[in-house]
Nanobody, 124 residues
Framework: QLQLVESGGGEVQPGGSLRLSCAAS????????IGWFRQAPGKEREGVSC????????DYADSVKGRFTISRDNGKNTVYLQMSSLKPEDTAVYYC?????????????????WGQGTQVTVSS
């Protein structure tokens, strides 16, 4: 069974940091591009960051550039999203997804496998 599981969410004060993890089971992540997406209540899903299968390219939404960093550890079959300088507007459910062609993109429609999401709340 192919599965993605996110973890690492929680509640943090503005300016704080969190590291999200996306672990795969049933398939090898290094053949896939991995994207992080988020959805806040009442808002559409937004692409946050992605990393190509070869790790040769990454992309970030303008709203998180300079604050978030995506990385992958193929040995652990896991992709991470390091989030720093968090703002209240970063509050959302964060999802990771796997794209089988290996191409990094923030649109979301080419991603085939999705995790169940992890809640991130930034509040004072």
């Amino acid at each position: 069974q192919l599965q993605l599981v996110e973890s690492g969410g929680g509640e943090v004060q503005p300016g704080g940091s969190l590291r999200l993890s996306c672990a795969a089971s049933g398939f090898t992540l290094n053949y896939y591009a991995i994207g992080w997406f988020r959805q806040a209540p009442g808002k559409e899903r937004e692409g946050v960051s992605c990393i190509a299968s070869s790790s040769s390219s990454t992309d970030y939404a303008d709203s998180v550039k300079g604050r978030f960093t995506i990385s992958r550890d193929n040995g652990k079959n896991t992709v991470y999203l390091q989030m720093s300088s968090l703002k209240p507007e970063d509050t959302a459910v964060y999802y990771c997804a796997a794209e089988p062609l290996g191409t990094c993109g923030l649109a979301g429609r080419t991603y085939e496998y999705w995790g169940q999401g992890t809640q991130v709340t930034v509040s004072s």
